[in-house]
């Protein structure tokens, strides 16, 4: 019994130890999480899915993605995925239709400068100006 309890007296700063880099280790993955999160656009568009959908492939193309290799396209919703780039639209029922764009992993003032690029580039081709 004694010897027990002398065992668990010296193991006692290891296991406290651990705790602080358990903790430590939750405080980055929540950090990363957020800044995963956040390294998203969003903006509405008044024009066809079908127009957002050629839109969005072909400034992909212009701005030097390859051809996306997965795609997913139905009546109400569409995704891009290529390299470091990820996109999405969605038809509401309101009449209007809103893009999702992630370009990188993480947030940075270079990714958010190209997903916002990647969005008023749609804005352009179906020459929407009520983009929001």
Known sequence: MRASILVLA???P?????GGCFAAGVAAGAYGVVKYDRNKLYRDYEADMDDLWVAM???AKDMGYAEPGILSH?????IIETGDLWARVEAYPEGYCGIWVRIGTFESEDNTFRANRFLSEVARLVDDETAM
Not at 74 to 78: A, I, K, L, S
């Open 10 to 12: 010296l193991l006692a």
């Open 74 to 78: 139905t009546d109400t919703e569409g």
């Open 14 to 18: 290891v296991f406290t130890g651990l």
């Open 57 to 59: 492939r072909d400034v």
